[in-house]
Antibody
Framework: QVQLQESGPGLLSPSQTLSLTCTVSGGSVSSAGYFWTWIRQPAGKGLEWIGR???????NYNPSLKSRVTISLDTLKNQFSLKLSSVTAADTAVYYCARDALGSGANYLWGQGTLVTVSS | QTVVTQEPSFSVSPGGTVTLTCGLSSGSVSTTHYPSWYQQTPGQAPRTLIY???TRSSGVPDRFSGSILGNKAALTITGAQADDESDYYC??????????FGGGTKLTVL
């Protein structure tokens, strides 16, 4: 079955760029009809939708983060990635990658999440 | 910006029925918002319960059901069990490829 696994640095300094990768196993990021999504959750708070990418490379981003976010695909490595620039302490959160299918709304298949802390 | 609203907390007795709701700060929720629901216990990734308003995700017991009640999306849990004590989140599609989560409801079973 399809599994997703996040990876990346767990500690960043303010103003740096957050870079996370989601490795997909048991399926292909090139498969038509799927969205590959990033979601985050600050400690003790709710979920926040960051954005998503389709296999054709088209993206949608949370308007509140759009100026700082880039989501991309690496079909050779079967991964998709998140970059968030100019981070501050407010970007400290558990970051989840997820997959959902076209026509199924937000029937997310979730990764286990990875904690990113922004601290000087 | 439109805010997705959920009850901050709710409680239910074991064996009882509870309905959690998901609304909009402005306007009504309909099936065109494709409401979905997630369950999350501390330290764990969320689990998808319901998507596109009514459809249960694979392996989700039929004690969980989704609907539209009035101007909100709703998640109903019947025969509540101790391990239903969790945080529950909804998400709504806002158009133009954008999704927005609600703030979540902390459900206590006591």
């Amino acid at each position: 079955q399809v599994q997703l696994q996040e990876s990346g640095p767990g500690l960043l300094s303010p103003s740096q760029t957050l870079s996370l990768t989601c490795t997909v196993s048991g399926g292909s990021v090139s498969s038509a009809g799927y969205f590959w999504t990033w979601i985050r959750q600050p400690a003790g708070k709710g979920l926040e939708w960051i954005g998503r990418i389709r296999p054709d490379g088209s993206t949608n981003y949370n308007p509140s983060l759009k100026s700082r976010v880039t989501i991309s695909l690496d079909t050779l490595k079967n991964q998709f990635s998140l970059k968030l620039s100019s981070v501050t302490a407010a970007d400290t959160a558990v970051y989840y990658c997820a997959r959902d299918a076209l026509g199924s709304g937000a029937n997310y298949l979730w990764g286990q999440g990875t904690l990113v802390t922004v601290s000087s | 910006q439109t805010v997705v609203t959920q009850e901050p907390s709710f409680s239910v007795s074991p064996g009882g029925t509870v309905t959690l709701t998901c609304g909009l700060s402005s306007g009504s929720v309909s099936t065109t918002h494709y409401p979905s629901w997630y369950q999350q216990t501390p330290g764990q990734a969320p689990r998808t319960l319901i998507y596109t308003t009514y459809t249960r995700s694979s392996g989700v017991p039929d004690r969980f059901s989704g609907s539209i009640l009035g101007n909100k999306a709703a998640l109903t849990i019947t025969g509540a069990q101790a391990d239903d004590e969790s945080d529950y989140y909804c998400v709504l599609y806002m158009g133009s490829g954008i999704w927005v989560f609600g703030g979540g409801t902390k459900l206590t079973v006591l």
